[in-house]
């Protein structure tokens, strides 16, 4: 295998594993965000307040839309099972 192809398809393995976790990443964010916000405004010193709901709403987004989320990277995780032949030779 040249050191294209293999760069090639670690390019898409690491941009369907993007796709899978940017979104819950960035609503944890968000939501870590206006929990900090609202504790600094209210002056609640409570440290399990913003784990606990970064918890349960990654926990709905991955419900919800785990599937959509994953099937890039399933897709990409068969395409390479499927040409494993092709690649190593």
Do not use: C, D, R
Not at 20 to 28: C, G, H, Q, S, W
Not at 32 to 43: K, R
Request: glycine share 4%; aromatic share 14%.
């Amino acid at each position: 295998m040249t050191e294209g192809a293999f760069a090639n398809i670690l390019y898409e393995f690491l941009y369907a594993a993007v796709i899978f976790t940017a979104p819950p990443l960035l609503v944890a964010t968000l939501i870590a965000f206006l929990v900090g916000l609202f504790q600094a405004v209210t002056q609640i010193q409570e440290q399990t307040l913003p784990q606990t709901l970064k918890i349960v709403v990654i926990t709905l987004i991955l419900l919800f839309f785990g599937n959509v989320l994953a099937a890039p990277l399933y897709a990409t995780t068969l395409n390479i099972f499927n040409n494993f032949g092709a690649i190593v030779n």
